[in-house]
């Protein structure tokens, strides 16, 4: 299948749409001409959709890249998932000329996610370099006034438990065997299937009372480990023996090799998790966050604590954005593990020296990000005004007197839009839970919420700058 591939031959449709005078709202509008300007984006997306191709021109043709990428950004724009965003391109006139099929067939919604799928996290941030880098182009932003904070995205899992990490192990690994007996019958007598033992014993744990639990837990998990850990050892000899099998038909092969693979890689994980249950269980040992493993699916989960009176732990990553006074993000970085806020602000500055050559005139963060080093290193560097509340203990008569100051309360006013962009970024741009696979799903999710809140910040001031004024009364 060609991906990438050149925009298709106008036909007689095309030419009748466009004559009927078709207009995009104001600010699809303005996002389509800097989308127009600007073709340097199609060439970053191209090479994704062409990368590990061997007859990339041969074949039917896929989606452009000039359609990939108007409609990934409208996904975005719109918070729409697959299934809407291809109705409502379908549906609608102004975003058929917006995605650019015009009048031809919108593809089915596994067709957008295998393009979009496509797209790396290195492609994401190079998109939204070059967009920071047209908005400093055109005047738009100069990069004086900075704010930075952290949030959380979390990744698309359950609440974890010992006992509903163990089931997903059973499960997932009995599925797997199954599919390798459909090609190999002569695994069949090797591996019994232990789903319905497992399930109990997970359903017999999450049901159990305070009280129950004192008597009942420790023999109820161990009888469910000693499943999982029977479960593991067959699909272990159940793996070990498909990779002696011979099979005649390519398809077939193909097929096993797949399975085997994925198999390998759970009971791998199905380990960790066994390892960490009797620890934790059995042992009554206490496991550190970062050794822990809270999902199967989902490995690269970590386990954040910021202190929240409504959510105490979060599941995900830790995210840092650093936000300009037009609402330009100008840097995001999906940080491991759960680091303190007060080590992200000597990086955060080096990235924006690089990016504008120049340190910016006001610093604004929260009091997470204080220490007395970063109050100097801001200082240092050539920051004007640093406005970073100090976090605890007894204040000097000087720094209780700066913090009083009518230039240090402007820039914590300053400050508090941020955390507008992170709601709006949750809340309509899908950022708030991450329900793409794996560590380079999340990154592209991230990326892609940062890319269109970029472009629409750039539309918006055209759209103000080009409207014309009223005159004064």
């Given at each position: 299948m060609r991906q990438g591939g050149r925009q298709r031959q106008v036909t007689f449709a095309d030419l009748e749409l466009r004559a009927q005078g078709v207009r995009l709202e104001p600010l699809l509008q303005f996002l389509s001409d800097f989308l127009d300007q600007h073709l340097e984006l199609l060439e970053l997306v191209s090479c994704d959709l062409r990368r590990g191709?061997?007859?990339?021109?041969?074949?039917?043709?896929?989606?452009?890249?000039?359609?990939?990428?108007?409609?990934?950004?409208?996904?975005?724009?719109?918070?729409?998932?697959?299934?809407?965003?291809?109705?409502?391109?379908a549906d609608g006139l102004t975003l058929r000329v917006f995605t650019g099929f015009y009048a031809a067939q919108v593809p089915r919604h596994q067709a957008f996610h295998r393009s979009f799928s496509r797209l790396t996290p290195d492609t994401m941030r190079a998109l939204n370099e070059a967009v920071v880098a047209a908005a400093v182009a055109m005047g738009?932003?100069?990069?004086?006034?900075?704010?930075?904070?952290?949030?959380?995205?979390?990744?698309?899992?359950?609440?974890?438990?010992?006992?509903?990490?163990?089931?997903?192990?059973?499960?997932?690994?009995?599925?797997?065997?199954?599919?390798?007996?459909?090609?190999?019958?002569?695994?069949?007598?090797?591996?019994?299937?232990?789903?319905?033992?497992?399930?109990?014993?997970?359903?017999?744990?999450?049901?159990?009372t305070p009280r129950q639990r004192r008597s009942r837990q420790v023999p109820t998990y161990r009888a469910l480990i000693k499943v999982t850990a029977q479960v593991v050892d067959n699909s272990r000899a159940a793996l070990k023996a498909a990779k002696l099998a011979r099979l005649a038909e390519a398809p077939a092969r193909s097929e096993v090799e797949r399975v085997s693979k994925e198999l390998e890689h759970y009971a791998a994980l199905a380990e960790r998790v066994l390892s960490q249950a009797r620890r934790r269980v059995l042992e009554g040992e206490q496991v550190g966050a970062q050794e822990k493993l809270y999902s199967i699916f989902e490995p690269h989960t970590d386990l954040i604590k910021r202190g929240k009176a409504n959510t105490p732990v979060e599941f995900g990553h830790k995210v840092l954005l650093a936000e300009t006074r037009r609402g330009l993000i100008t840097d995001y970085q999906i940080l491991a593990g759960n680091p303190p806020d007060e080590m992200q602000v000597q990086p955060s500055l080096q990235r924006h020296l690089q990016q504008f050559g120049t340190v910016p005139r006001v610093?604004?963060?929260?009091?997470?990000?204080?220490?007395?080093?970063n109050v100097a290193l801001v200082s240092a560097a050539g920051v004007a005004l640093e406005s970073i509340p100090q976090r605890g203990g007894r204040k000097t008569p000087q720094r209780a007197a700066y913090e009083k100051s009518r230039p240090f309360k402007r820039a914590q006013k300053f400050r508090a839009g941020i955390e507008g962009r992170i709601s709006v970024l949750g809340r309509g741009r899908g950022m708030k839970r991450c329900c793409l696979r794996g560590r380079d799903g999340f990154e592209v999710l991230v990326g892609a919420a940062v890319l269109a809140n970029n472009l629409l910040v750039i539309a918006r001031y055209l759209q103000n700058k080009n409207q014309p004024r009223r005159p004064a009364a």
């Open positions: 191709l061997k007859q990339p021109d041969s074949g039917r043709e896929g989606l452009a890249a000039l359609q990939v990428l108007r409609s990934f950004v409208l996904q975005r724009v719109k918070n729409w998932d697959l299934r809407e965003l291809r109705e409502r391109v738009i932003e100069d990069g004086a006034q900075l704010r930075v904070d952290t949030t959380v995205v979390e990744t698309n899992i359950q609440f974890p438990t010992d006992s509903k990490l163990l089931w997903d192990c059973v499960r997932v690994l009995t599925r797997l065997v199954e599919r390798l007996v459909e090609h190999l019958p002569q695994l069949s007598g090797r591996f019994h299937n232990r789903t319905r033992c497992a399930r109990r014993r997970m359903q017999e744990l999450q049901r159990m610093y604004a963060t929260d009091r997470g990000f204080y220490s007395g080093p």
